[in-house]
């Protein structure tokens, strides 16, 4: 849909992240394009309420219930509604007065928010690729049935995105998503079970929130994108290819049945893709410096190393199997990032618990929303079951 120079309407979900806060950024720079109605956090409420008072939503939701009291105290006299829990971020998500919802959330709480805007008949430019992983069919069915429309705001596939305007889906011969192969490309395997927090949270290239930084060490986060891209483009899984590109310039490519390859770069900022996708058909001008390309100096690539980094053969092989297994992969995924986090787990047992728990729960085929929700609780308590055991 093209909009044309019209004010358009944002919802921001997830806006105290590093996405939402970067989508603000962009926002705030062009303020006679984009206007704020609603904003969402989990439980930042101090961000939230500098938010609020900046940009002036009509309401704003926490996911966090006992921050209510905090946000109602601070925003008191601002004529702004204000919500709390989980139900509060899926209602506001829902709300139709606004032209486009903005979902930065992270991890399995973005899809129902996903879900709601779409069922609302609002078009969705989605950072949260949890969504696409966990429930890809039937959010692209609701997409495809109500005519509407969804913006990928992920580098890589917004890159996929750029490369394709103007060209014939049929065409598309592979499509190449590039990552920087994260902090332990080149760290021998036999170092891998002394891995801490800290080190995989020091990602070399891109500034990113706590979780995607350690599936990017995992190399996970390239598997959840393979099934992003899937659902995205519509094209087989061995269509879709990962290269290692350690500089993060060239953001992914597109090569079509002719051998031409397409490719789309620029400094890893995810302003750009945001800038992009919120925009839409129009390109914005940027606010943030240019490429220097002699400062660059080279741009390389090799392939990723599947011994030292089974997350994208697990991915894969969950996105053949289909039905709830690309969900069971991620909400175990997001639990067992939690659990290294905190310490209770090493790193190679991030995937180690995924592959377990992907042979040993059952997978229902052509799922419902409700069979793709209800995969946490049994997760969460297989999870927990291993983790007890392994301590004993
Ligand atoms: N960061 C990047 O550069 C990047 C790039 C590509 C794609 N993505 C994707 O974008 C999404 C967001 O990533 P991020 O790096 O911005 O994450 P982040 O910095 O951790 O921010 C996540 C946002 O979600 C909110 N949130 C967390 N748990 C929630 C819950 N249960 N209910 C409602 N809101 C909740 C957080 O609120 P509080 O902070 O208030 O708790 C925060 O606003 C992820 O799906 C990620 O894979 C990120």
């Known amino acids: 849909m093209f909009l044309g120079a019209k004010k358009r309407t944002l919802s921001v979900l997830g806006s105290t992240g590093s996405i939402g806060v970067n989508a603000l950024n962009v926002i705030s720079v062009c303020p006679d394009r984009f206007t704020v109605r609603y904003l969402t956090a989990g439980r930042n409420a101090t961000l939230l309420i500098e938010q609020a008072r900046q940009y002036r939503p009509q309401a704003v939701a926490i996911a966090d219930e006992s921050q209510y009291r905090m946000l109602k105290e601070n925003l008191s006299g601002q004529d702004i509604e204000i919500l709390a829990g989980k139900q509060a971020i899926i209602e506001l998500a829902s709300r139709g007065d606004v032209d486009l ?27 949260n690729k949890e969504s696409l992983v966990m429930a890809g069919e039937i959010i692209m069915n609701l997409v495809k049935d109500k005519g509407l429309n969804l ?45 801490t927090p800290a080190e995989a949270l020091r990602h070399p290239t891109w500034t990113m929130g706590k979780k995607i930084t350690i599936d990017s060490a995992t190399m996970m986060n390239k598997g959840l994108e393979v099934i992003e ?3 995205l483009f519509g094209v087989r899984p061995e269509q879709i290819e990962v290269l290692i590109h350690p500089q993060s310039i060239i953001h992914s ?25 919120i925009g839409y ?53 997001e639990l067992a990032v939690y659990a290294f986090l905190e310490n209770r787990i090493t790193f190679p047992q991030i995937t180690g618990m995924i592959e377990t728990a992907l042979s040993k729960i059952p997978i229902i085929n052509k799922p419902s929303l409700e069979d793709i929700l209800n995969v946490e609780p049994v997760a969460r308590e297989f999870m927990a079951s291993i983790i007890d055991n392994e301590r004993k």
């Not at 979902?103 to 989605?126: Q, W």
């Not at 390309?293 to 994208?312: D, M, Q, R, S």
Request: charged share 20%.
């Open 281 to 333: 058909p129009e390109r914005l001008p940027k606010a943030w410096e240019s490429v220097d390309w002699a400062k660059i100096g080279h741009l390389t690539f090799e392939n990723p190393e599947p011994v030292k980094f089974p997350a994208l053969r697990i991915a894969n092989e969950a996105l053949r199997c289909g039905g709830t297994a690309p969900a069971l992969m991620n909400v175990v995924n």
């Open 101 to 127: 919802v903005i979902n930065a959330i992270v991890g399995m709480a973005g899809l129902e928010p996903t879900y709601r805007a779409f069922r609302a008949g609002r078009d969705v430019a989605l950072s």
């Open 229 to 231: 891209a899937y659902w």
């Open 151 to 195: 913006y990928p705001i992920d580098s890589e596939h917004s890159a996929i995105w750029q490369c394709l305007v103007g060209e014939d889906q049929k065409n598309i011969k592979r499509l190449i998503l590039t990552g920087s192969g994260g902090p332990f490309r080149t760290r021998p395997l036999a170092e891998f079970d002394k891995i």
């Open 253 to 277: 490519m597109v090569e079509f049945c002719d051998g031409s390859i397409k490719a789309q770069m620029g400094l890893p900022d995810m302003r750009l893709p945001i800038q992009y996708a």
